[in-house]
């Protein structure tokens, strides 16, 4: 195997990963949630997380990886997840709470897809995928920061 192709599998691991992380993070989100709007927005970012990690698991799949849609969530994010519930359950499932711990996970994210673009290796087409998909955490991530910061205030 290239090196090439060595980084480009490790990097759609890692990038796969936050994103399940991020589809069952908003996904709990969601569902502990009681403001209809946030609740329509997490099912929308787990939704684009689900579409992303299904691209990449694609993109896995061309370069031999048996098994790709079985990536699973990292132990980050799964501990992550087990944080949301908690504050949620201190809190009484307050919005800004919640706000603030999927901001956590969208800096996760958005810290996985920089140091992705940052590698060499990637072939131009994946390397496009993953910036488009990046855009969009991106924005995903300020949309929650400043949602974050709407609550706070209020």
Same mark, same amino acid.
């Given at each position: 195997?290239?090196?090439?192709?060595?980084?480009?599998?490790?990097? $759609?691991?890692?990038?796969?990963?936050? $994103?399940?992380?991020?589809?069952?993070?908003?996904?709990? /989100?969601?569902?502990?949630?009681?403001?209809?709007?946030?609740?329509?927005?997490?099912?929308?970012?787990?939704?684009?997380?689900?579409?992303?990690?299904?691209?990449?698991?694609?993109?896995?799949?061309?370069?031999?990886?048996?098994?790709?849609?079985?990536?699973?969530?990292?132990?980050?994010?799964?501990?992550?997840?087990?944080?949301?519930?908690?504050?949620?359950?201190?809190?009484?499932?307050?919005?800004? /709470?919640?706000?603030?711990?999927?901001?956590?996970?969208?800096?996760?994210?958005?810290?996985?897809?920089?140091?992705?673009?940052?590698?060499? /290796? $990637?072939?131009?087409?994946?390397?496009?995928?993953?910036?488009?998909?990046?855009?969009?955490?991106? /924005?995903?991530?300020?949309?929650?920061?400043? $949602?974050?910061?709407?609550?706070?205030?209020?």
């Amino acid at each position: 195997m290239s090196t090439t192709e060595s980084t480009s599998r490790d990097t $759609l691991k890692d990038l796969i990963q936050i $994103l399940h992380d991020g589809q069952q993070g908003f996904k709990k /989100a969601s569902e502990d949630i009681k403001d209809s709007d946030l609740k329509t927005l997490f099912s929308k970012f787990s939704l684009q997380r689900s579409k992303f990690a299904g691209e990449l698991e694609a993109e896995l799949s061309a370069l031999g990886e048996e098994d790709a849609h079985k990536q699973g969530t990292t132990i980050t994010g799964a501990a992550h997840r087990v944080w949301i519930d908690l504050k949620s359950a201190l809190t009484g499932k307050d919005n800004h /709470a919640v706000l603030v711990e999927a901001e956590r996970g969208e800096d996760a994210a958005v810290k996985t897809y920089t140091d992705a673009l940052d590698e060499k /290796a $990637l072939p131009s087409s994946l390397r496009s995928i993953i910036s488009r998909q990046a855009v969009e955490v991106k /924005a995903a991530h300020d949309e929650v920061k400043a $949602l974050r910061d709407a609550f706070k205030k209020s």
